[in-house]
């Protein structure tokens, strides 16, 4: 079974540009998350999507993020116009449910720099 | 509001000693506590759980964690280090009644000296 995928893996932009993160989730995980981590710091929650639908979009910083799941399979986090507090690592991840004690399974992160 | 301690950014340890990577939660009620390792490169990974039960949890690799209630301690541990070991390990906790979303810690890189 394969895991959960991301790419790009490495991605270096310039202030002001956009970029796009892709997240493949494993298949059948209706859920799906995005997690942030800037350097040094904790891994913070930006989204849920259960299939097509944002279940929880509290841990997005600002309308700079754009988070789409179109038919409830890969998803895409678009950051337009990028800034430098963007720098960090993005990682997605993936469940089949949502509540209880399931553990989530996570992609390898983009590592995202914005000069 | 939950959150996640991991009071060391580095824990260095000799080959074939034993390892304690330290974490320490606050939560509404019941916690679930997870810990994940990310090896260089590599994406976040499962090593173990405690929903209930038993407070000693056994994991991937030979790692266990013990839970300590009184003391809102969920410790990672090993009773022999390897190198290969050496990787980047996350701390997490989600209340059973509260948000299904885990809170992370800043994550504690282990170092396993040859």
């Known amino acids: 079974e394969a895991g959960v995928t991301q790419f790009p893996s490495h991605s270096v932009i310039e202030k002001g540009q956009t970029v796009t993160l892709r997240c493949d989730p494993i298949s059948g995980h209706d859920n799906l998350y995005w997690y942030r981590r800037v350097m040094g710091k904790e891994i913070k929650f930006l989204l849920h999507f259960v299939k097509e639908s944002k279940q929880d979009e509290s841990g997005m910083p600002n309308n700079r993020f754009l988070a789409e799941r179109t038919g409830g399979t890969y998803s895409t986090l678009k950051v337009q116009p990028a800034e430098l507090e963007d720098s960090g690592v993005y990682f997605c991840?993936?469940?089949?449910?949502?509540?209880?004690?399931?553990?989530?399974?996570f992609g390898p992160g983009t590592r995202l720099t914005v000069t | 509001a939950q959150s996640v301690a991991q009071p060391e950014d580095q824990v260095n340890v000799a080959e074939g000693n034993p390892l304690t990577v330290k974490c320490t939660y606050s939560v509404s009620g019941n916690p679930y506590l997870f810990w994940y390792v990310q090896y260089p490169n590599r994406g976040l990974q499962f090593l173990l759980k405690y929903i209930t039960g038993d407070n000693l949890v056994k994991g991937s690799y030979g790692f266990e964690a013990e839970f300590n209630k009184s003391q809102t301690s969920f410790h990672l541990k090993k009773p022999s280090a390897l190198v290969s070991d050496s990787a980047l390990y996350f701390c997490a906790v989600r209340g059973s009644g509260g948000s299904y979303i885990p809170t992370f810690g800043r994550g504690t890189s282990l170092i396993v000296h040859p």
């Open positions: 991840a993936s469940s089949q449910v949502s509540g209880g004690a399931g553990e989530q399974y």
